[in-house]
């Protein structure tokens, strides 16, 4: 069973609200990831975190999606204005660091999001 | 740019067959190589990973040998079983990336009884 805690694990939005989800990583894990992952299975990485200072993300991320990872509380994902093309599997996956940047990452189960 | 591509769509077997999923990848420097597994309703599970060429990675019956001439990573099985329905993933890490992974397309495993 994933160490990583994904919740909600659905969520139904409208058009134009906000979308909010959490990730809880894996103990002893300080590099954090988010995917989103659409219907026909295709993985888009969105961005990651090294403790709570952001490594690289999109530019998907950088205008409608904002994200974090507070010490001592759980990493979010919040799509600000949410659209139809939004509805996906939204994946948050933790890892150690390796220096070589090869991580094996460790996914949740993820946050279903539907955007009617 | 970097990318995997592996065996398209759905591979449908029956149960004590052989399994292949085609991998191969393109990607500057030298890569470590993944293979996960996602179940319905679950995240991807890591199965295994390999570093290093002729390095093989295995795991519950399941194996692939990372082949730098070839640029190659198959998946392979020697008797797969019902349990074993899932979507089979790929996917590559790039030294010095920030330790995101880039993921091939998947390839959907049913196995009749």
């Known amino acids: 069973n994933s160490k990583v805690i994904q919740t909600p694990r659905y969520l139904v939005k409208g058009q134009g609200q906000k979308a909010k989800m959490r990730c809880i990583p894996e103990?002893?894990?300080?590099?954090v990831f988010w995917y989103q992952q659409n219907k026909n299975n295709e993985f888009k990485f969105l961005i990651n975190f090294q403790n709570q200072e952001v490594l690289q993300q999109i530019d998907m991320t950088e205008k409608r999606f904002s994200a974090e990872c507070p010490s001592n509380s759980p990493c979010s994902l919040e799509i600000q204005s949410s659209e139809a093309g939004d509805s996906a599997l939204y994946l948050c996956a933790s890892s150690y660091r390796d220096w070589g940047g090869q991580n094996t990452l460790y996914f949740g189960a993820g946050t279903r999001l539907s955007v009617l | 740019g970097d990318s995997v591509t592996q065996t398209e769509g759905q591979v449908a077997l029956s149960e004590e067959d052989f399994l292949t999923i085609h991998c191969n990848y393109s990607?500057?420097?030298?890569?470590?190589l993944f293979w996960y597994v996602q179940y319905p309703g679950e995240g991807p599970q890591f199965l295994f990973r390999a570093s290093r060429d002729k390095e093989k990675g295995s795991s519950r019956g399941f194996e692939a040998t990372y082949d730098k001439g070839t640029t190659s990573f198959h998946l392979r099985k020697a008797s797969v079983q019902e349990s074993d329905s899932a979507v089979y993933y790929c996917?590559?890490?790039?030294?010095?990336?920030?330790?995101?992974?880039?993921f091939g397309l998947g390839t959907t495993l049913q196995v009749q009884p």
């Open positions: 996917a590559l890490g790039i030294t010095g990336n920030t330790g995101k992974l880039i």
């Open positions: 990607a500057s420097g030298y890569p470590a």
């Open positions: 103990k002893g894990h300080p590099v």
